[in-house]
């Protein structure tokens, strides 16, 4: 859970996923803002997530990029997974240096839902990465287990959601 100002409050029940998850001492532990369409995280990579010398190993922004796409169709109570992702890397992507991603629903379809996302510098703006997927949802049934599984609970009747890592688990 995050209680920021202007960020509204949902909660998600510990789980092990690389990227989010707050059970995942390896993980990545982003910190994810999701609202109705799109989701959004800042951070700054760490060393250990390094490929060539200073750079963010791809498969990194990979996981970043698809992560952001993913949950922002939970902002729409709409879970899935991934069935196709193409990324373009447009800049080496500096370790230890701020970054946000941002990604967001293009074509929602009954099923499949088409996603897109970028990586950009957090001081300049300037785009790193760029992504885009295609999404299999799942049925009412599935996306009920989901919903049970991780607490999907809205405060204070937020039509938004926003998750935080423990502090240990951060990329910060």
């Known amino acids: 859970m995050i209680d920021a100002p202007g960020v509204p409050r949902f909660e998600v029940a510990p789980h092990r996923c690389f990227a ?45 990029l698809d992560e952001v ?8 109570d709409n879970w899935g997974v991934t069935a196709r992702m193409s990324v373009e890397f447009k800049k080496p992507v500096p370790i230890g240096a701020p970054i946000r991603a941002e990604g967001w629903i293009t074509r929602p379809r009954r099923r499949l839902v088409e996603a897109a996302a970028h990586i950009v510098d957090a001081g300049t703006g300037q785009v790193l990465a760029t992504a885009t997927g295609l999404y299999v949802a799942a049925d009412e049934a599935r996306k009920q287990v989901l919903r049970d599984r991780y607490g999907f609970v809205p405060l204070d009747g937020a039509p938004a959601m926003a998750r935080r890592a423990p502090a240990t688990a951060r990329a910060r």
Do not use: K, Y
């Open 20 to 64: 989010c998850g707050t059970l995942n001492t390896s993980g990545m532990g982003l910190v994810l803002h999701v609202e109705p369409d799109r989701c959004w995280t800042e951070l700054v990579l760490e060393d250990r997530f390094e490929g060539w010398e200073g750079i963010a190993h791809g498969g990194i922004l990979c996981t970043i």
């Open 69 to 76: 796409m993913a949950w922002s169709l939970v902002g729409q």
